[in-house]
């Protein structure tokens, strides 16, 4: 596979001409001074410095010893459909597609790679959508006049986050299949729905020719029952209408001879307002089954709207972090799309979490931020695999908001810094070692405890039998009193001599960075090139076989991952990761030597201030349009050092 990859990539390499000219960095022409007053926090928000006070422990706290029982031999009963390894994917709004992605098909984002190869050795490919509220504007261009793959229009904004219009080129469609023949990542887009009389449909036609079976889906509209709230439909607006529109895009796209699988799309991906029986009740599976390939909702459990926007209801991190630090949280959130889950089965299509993360409006600092985040996020996805979602896409945003699974250092600070990791990057590791690379699969709430909200935990069997236990501690107790021990035996099954077990631990629920998944870290804000840091610290925990138990130590916060044999683990974490390098320079920070004098034959150099932004008005234009003006042509430059791959240990 790995041998494959570098095959794959040479390929394209052997398409790439060109040079390049890229300047060593301008030093500071100043020194600064060594203390000054203490000021606001005026820098972007995910990097805020908001630490949470972490919840009490619960009065009365939850039982610290209890079994855990797992029926064996098919006995198990209330088991999910059989789920995919790739179930926990990422949704990256398409206006920040090339400061996340990279710049274009040849200059490619390093940690990015990392980030999806370490994913991809566990579950054997990633699942991506590209799309949001900036799909819905977007347009395609034969090429922009500064050369750039994509364009935000700022001062043409909509909705009442300010959302800009988009002009992107086929680039951009170029350098996902280029991700892809090096990740196995797999790609959902979206056709615009703002004009339903006169669909684009280049980005379908351009989609499916470039990306061929890397391209899994279209979706059919973002958020529809949003669009007369934010004015892009009359009041009246409704679901009948929502599946009418459906019906023209299904004709538009039967009378383009240049879309050849004219059977990808995926809707209603709804936000919550309507409800999805109400578009069921239309028709709209019914009349038009041949053409989806997938049913989808999007949802937030909450929003911090006010905060950014000055609309809705207010809310504070510190006033809503208990509401995500328990098992009811996930429950809640699903509970409404259980019947849907159901009816989606019956008519034999999956059923997608297509958008969602900690709030609407980029999330909470200090909440969103956190290793309670960490721990919600994989309990919430588990949940969403329990009730038989077949996919959860978390959101990936601008340098604006806090919950991004993981975040590049805006363009003008990417000669000394490198990419922050958030909370849910390590719940996707955990979620995805759960689950493995078998592709059968399946989760059971075990409902432990009591039921207790604060210790829950799951079941994963493969083909009748429990291959995985994953097991939570939302409670935060620096003492040590809360930690709890999990018996777990084996109902008419021989108890193993040993189980191994992976924890994702912190010291409380609210700090920020340097979590660790089995030892291995990816650090501190700025500090990441998607490579895990440490060494991988698997334990063995040695079983009662007499008494028929494995004992579990649960740190009290903390996550386990617990192991019943050897080829279980294999599957969730074969070993070494292909992981990429880069050859771009960029000081001597993470980056091969190139000596400035041997690139010094100049074709521009322009600036390179502008600064990473988001999807709404008021931040900067992307770093990809400021890093185009000062890279014109890249030609066989690649920023994802897909010249050498080099192994490295990821955990």
Same mark, same amino acid.
């Given at each position: 596979?790995?041998?494959?990859?570098?095959h794959?990539?040479l390929?394209?390499?052997?398409?790439?001409?060109g040079?390049?000219?890229?300047?060593?960095v301008?030093? &500071?022409l100043? /020194?600064?001074?060594?203390?000054?007053a203490?000021a606001s926090?005026?820098g972007?928000?995910?990097?805020?410095?908001?630490?949470?006070?972490?919840?009490p422990?619960p009065?009365?706290?939850?039982?610290?010893?209890?079994?855990v029982?797992?029926q064996t031999?098919?006995?198990?009963?209330g088991? #999910?459909? &059989?789920?995919?390894?790739?179930?926990f994917?990422f949704s990256i709004?398409?206006?920040v597609a090339?400061?996340?992605?990279?710049?274009?098909?040849?200059?490619?984002?390093?940690?990015?790679?990392?980030l999806m190869?370490n994913?991809?050795?566990?579950?054997?490919s990633?699942?991506?959508?590209?799309?949001?509220?900036?799909? @819905?504007?977007a347009?395609?261009?034969?090429?922009?006049?500064?050369g $750039?793959?994509?364009?935000? @229009?700022?001062?043409?904004t909509?909705n009442?986050?300010n959302?800009p219009?988009?002009?992107?080129?086929?680039?951009i469609?170029?350098?996902?299949?280029?991700i892809s023949?090096?990740?196995?990542?797999r790609?959902?887009l979206?056709?615009?729905f703002?004009d339903?009389q006169?669909?684009?449909?280049?980005?379908?036609?351009?989609?499916?020719?470039v990306?061929?079976?890397?391209?899994l889906?279209?979706?059919a509209?973002?958020?529809?029952?949003?669009? $007369?709230r934010?004015?892009?439909?009359?009041?009246?607006?409704?679901?009948?209408?929502y599946?009418a529109?459906?019906?023209?895009?299904?004709?538009?796209?039967n009378?383009?001879?240049k879309?050849?699988?004219?059977?990808?799309l995926?809707?209603?991906n709804?936000?919550g307002?309507?409800?999805p029986?109400?578009?069921? @009740?239309?028709?709209f599976?019914?009349?038009?089954?041949?053409?989806?390939?997938?049913?989808?909702?999007e949802?937030?459990?909450?929003?911090?709207?006010?905060a950014q926007y000055g609309?809705? /209801?207010?809310?504070?991190?510190?006033?809503?972090?208990?509401?995500?630090?328990?098992?009811? #949280?996930?429950?809640?959130?699903?509970?409404?799309?259980?019947?849907?889950?159901?009816?989606?089965? #019956?008519?034999?299509k999956?059923?997608?979490?297509?958008?969602?993360?900690?709030a609407?409006?980029g999330?909470?600092?200090?909440?969103s931020?956190?290793?309670?985040?960490?721990?919600?996020?994989?309990?919430y996805?588990?949940?969403?695999a329990?009730?038989?979602?077949?996919?959860?896409?978390f959101?990936?945003g601008?340098?604006?908001?806090?919950?991004?699974p993981?975040?590049?250092?805006?363009?003008n600070?990417?000669s000394?810094?490198?990419?922050?990791?958030?909370p849910?990057y390590?719940?996707?590791l955990f979620v995805?070692?759960?689950?493995?690379?078998?592709?059968?699969?399946q989760v059971l709430d075990?409902?432990?405890?009591?039921?207790n909200?604060?210790t829950?935990?799951?079941?994963?069997?493969e083909?009748?039998?429990?291959?995985?236990?994953?097991?939570?501690?939302?409670?935060s107790d620096?003492?040590g009193?809360?930690d709890?021990?999990?018996?777990i035996s084996?109902v008419? $099954?021989?108890?193993p001599?040993?189980?191994?077990?992976?924890?994702l631990?912190?010291?409380s629920? $609210?700090?920020?960075?340097?979590f660790?998944?089995?030892?291995?870290?990816?650090?501190?804000?700025?500090?990441?090139?998607?490579r895990?840091?440490?060494?991988?610290?698997?334990?063995t925990i040695?079983?009662?076989?007499?008494?028929?138990v494995?004992?579990v130590k649960?740190p009290?916060?903390?996550?386990?991952l617990?192991?019943?044999?050897?080829?279980a683990?294999?599957?969730?974490?074969?070993?070494?990761?292909m992981?990429f390098p /880069? /050859?771009?320079?960029l000081?001597?920070?993470?980056?091969?030597t190139? &000596?400035p004098?041997v690139?010094?034959?100049s074709?521009?150099?322009?600036?390179?201030a502008?600064?990473?932004?988001?999807?709404?008005?008021?931040?900067?234009?992307?770093?990809?349009?400021g890093l185009?003006?000062?890279? &014109?042509?890249?030609?066989s430059?690649?920023a994802g050092?897909?010249?050498?791959a080099?192994?490295?240990?990821?955990?």
């Amino acid at each position: 596979m790995r041998l494959l990859l570098v095959h794959s990539f040479l390929s394209i390499l052997g398409l790439v001409r060109g040079s390049v000219t890229v300047y060593g960095v301008q030093q &500071p022409l100043g /020194t600064g001074t060594a203390t000054a007053a203490s000021a606001s926090y005026t820098g972007s928000g995910i990097y805020n410095q908001v630490v949470l006070t972490p919840p009490p422990v619960p009065n009365p706290p939850p039982p610290t010893s209890f079994a855990v029982q797992l029926q064996t031999g098919g006995a198990a009963s209330g088991l #999910s459909i &059989p789920q995919s390894g790739a179930f926990f994917g990422f949704s990256i709004e398409f206006s920040v597609a090339t400061q996340v992605l990279g710049l274009n098909s040849s200059f490619l984002q390093v940690p990015f790679l990392n980030l999806m190869a370490n994913l991809r050795e566990r579950s054997g490919s990633v699942h991506i959508r590209v799309g949001g509220n900036t799909q @819905d504007t977007a347009t395609m261009v034969s090429s922009t006049p500064d050369g $750039a793959a994509l364009e935000k @229009d700022v001062i043409n904004t909509s909705n009442p986050t300010n959302t800009p219009p988009l002009v992107f080129t086929p680039e951009i469609i170029k350098m996902m299949a280029s991700i892809s023949a090096l990740t196995n990542v797999r790609w959902y887009l979206g056709i615009p729905f703002n004009d339903t009389q006169n669909f684009r449909l280049d980005i379908a036609e351009v989609g499916e020719a470039v990306l061929g079976d890397y391209l899994l889906g279209l979706q059919a509209g973002n958020e529809p029952d949003l669009y $007369a709230r934010h004015g892009h439909r009359p009041a009246t607006y409704s679901p009948e209408d929502y599946t009418a529109e459906v019906g023209l895009l299904i004709n538009a796209m039967n009378a383009d001879s240049k879309i050849s699988n004219k059977d990808l799309l995926i809707g209603p991906n709804l936000a919550g307002v309507w409800q999805p029986e109400q578009v069921w @009740d239309t028709g709209f599976v019914s009349d038009y089954s041949q053409s989806l390939i997938a049913l989808a909702v999007e949802r937030y459990p909450t929003d911090n709207c006010y905060a950014q926007y000055g609309i809705g /209801t207010p809310h504070t991190g510190q006033d809503m972090f208990p509401d995500f630090l328990t098992h009811q #949280s996930g429950q809640n959130i699903v509970s409404p799309y259980i019947n849907s889950t159901g009816y989606a089965q #019956s008519v034999g299509k999956p059923f997608m979490m297509f958008e969602t993360n900690t709030a609407s409006c980029g999330g909470f600092p200090g909440l969103s931020d956190s290793f309670g985040a960490a721990l919600w996020g994989l309990d919430y996805a588990l949940q969403m695999a329990y009730v038989n979602f077949t996919s959860a896409l978390f959101h990936v945003g601008g340098q604006d908001v806090y919950y991004n699974p993981f975040t590049p250092p805006a363009t003008n600070q990417s000669s000394y810094h490198q990419w922050t990791i958030g909370p849910i990057y390590y719940s996707a590791l955990f979620v995805t070692e759960a689950l493995g690379s078998s592709n059968v699969s399946q989760v059971l709430d075990l409902n432990m405890n009591g039921g207790n909200q604060f210790t829950p935990g799951y079941a994963i069997y493969e083909n009748g039998e429990p291959t995985r236990v994953a097991l939570l501690n939302y409670v935060s107790d620096p003492t040590g009193a809360s930690d709890y021990t999990a018996s777990i035996s084996l109902v008419g $099954a021989t108890t193993p001599a040993q189980v191994k077990v992976k924890y994702l631990s912190a010291s409380s629920v $609210a700090q920020k960075y340097n979590f660790t998944w089995a030892g291995q870290t990816f650090g501190d804000a700025f500090s990441s090139d998607g490579r895990p840091v440490g060494a991988v610290d698997i334990q063995t925990i040695t079983c009662d076989q007499t008494n028929n138990v494995c004992n579990v130590k649960v740190p009290a916060p903390g996550a386990a991952l617990v192991f019943f044999n050897d080829q279980a683990l294999e599957e969730s974490d074969p070993g070494p990761t292909m992981t990429f390098p /880069t /050859t771009a320079h960029l000081k001597q920070h993470n980056t091969a030597t190139i &000596p400035p004098a041997v690139l010094a034959t100049s074709n521009g150099n322009k600036g390179t201030a502008n600064m990473l932004g988001g999807t709404s008005q008021g931040q900067q234009y992307g770093s990809a349009f400021g890093l185009a003006q000062a890279l &014109p042509s890249l030609g066989s430059v690649i920023a994802g050092a897909l010249l050498v791959a080099r192994l490295a240990y990821a955990g």
